[in-house]
């Protein structure tokens, strides 16, 4: 089993359409946890952090339950130029390896006029 | 400005040739790590460094040598490059966990280099 799962996509949807991301990771002493953004094999970039009681940055809101060991990214109103791949990712506590990343594959995103 | 190079951007080469990809960071960040990405398998991490002369491996070493002689600096050798070696390859760094919150952890990739081995 992956440590880290998501369903790969493609999801392809209208501008102005509400789309979710689900992902779920295997180790329950992961640390942190976070969503990527990665453009046409360009190098991932931080979209958000996720915290424990959820958060919201504009139009995209992350949700973690830890009982579940569960991970959500909702992107409202999608923009054509939110059409990326989305990584799901974990960093786990108590290794001597703390900057240690652990990606899902990535769900694609493509948003159609 | 702040980022992560990473040279060559593009390399094709032959079976057993040894190369050589640069990174550099200027943020005076203390860990560095590379990470192969292909298709199906997502990033895995190569070998990782939590600062100067301290490296260790990752998830998939084998094939690979890095050095950490700066702290700026970590390149990675590959000292006879086999087909499996072909992936796009990301540099990454960041600044060591204890100097932040864990919700404020952030690692900064590389633009990434593809690499061919024929």
């Known amino acids: 089993r992956k440590e880290v799962e998501q369903d790969p996509g493609p999801f392809n949807v209208p501008e102005g359409a509400t789309v979710a991301f689900n992902c779920t990771y295997s180790?329950?002493?992961?640390?942190?946890f976070f969503w990527y953004r990665q453009d046409c094999r360009k190098e991932p970039k931080l979209l958000m952090s996720?915290?424990?009681s959820g958060n919201e940055d504009g139009r995209f809101t992350a949700q973690l339950n830890r009982a579940s060991q569960y991970i959500s990214l909702l992107i409202r109103d999608s923009k054509l130029s939110d059409s990326a791949t989305y990584l799901c990712?974990?960093?786990?506590?108590?290794?001597?390896?703390?900057?240690?990343?652990?990606f899902g594959q990535g769900t694609t995103l493509q948003v159609k006029p | 400005e702040a980022q992560v190079t990473q040279n060559p951007r593009y390399l094709i080469t032959v079976t057993g040739k040894k190369l050589t990809v640069t990174c550099s960071q200027n943020m005076n960040h203390e860990y560095m790590s590379w990470y192969r990405q292909d298709p199906g398998l997502g990033l895995r991490q190569i070998y990782y460094s939590m600062n100067v002369e301290v490296t260790d491996k990752g998830d998939v070493p084998e094939g690979y040598k890095v050095s950490r002689k700066e702290k700026r600096n970590f390149p990675l050798i590959l000292e006879s490059p086999s087909p499996n070696q072909t992936s796009l390859y990301f540099c990454?760094?960041?600044?060591?966990?204890?100097?932040?919150?864990?919700?404020?952890?952030?690692?900064?990739f590389g633009p990434g280099t593809r690499l061919t081995v024929t």
């Open positions: 180790n329950s002493a992961s640390q942190s």
């Open positions: 996720v915290y424990s």
């Open positions: 990454a760094s960041s600044k060591a966990q204890s100097s932040l919150p864990g919700f404020r952890y952030e690692q900064y």
């Open positions: 990712v974990v960093r786990s506590r108590g290794s001597s390896n703390t900057g240690k990343l652990i």
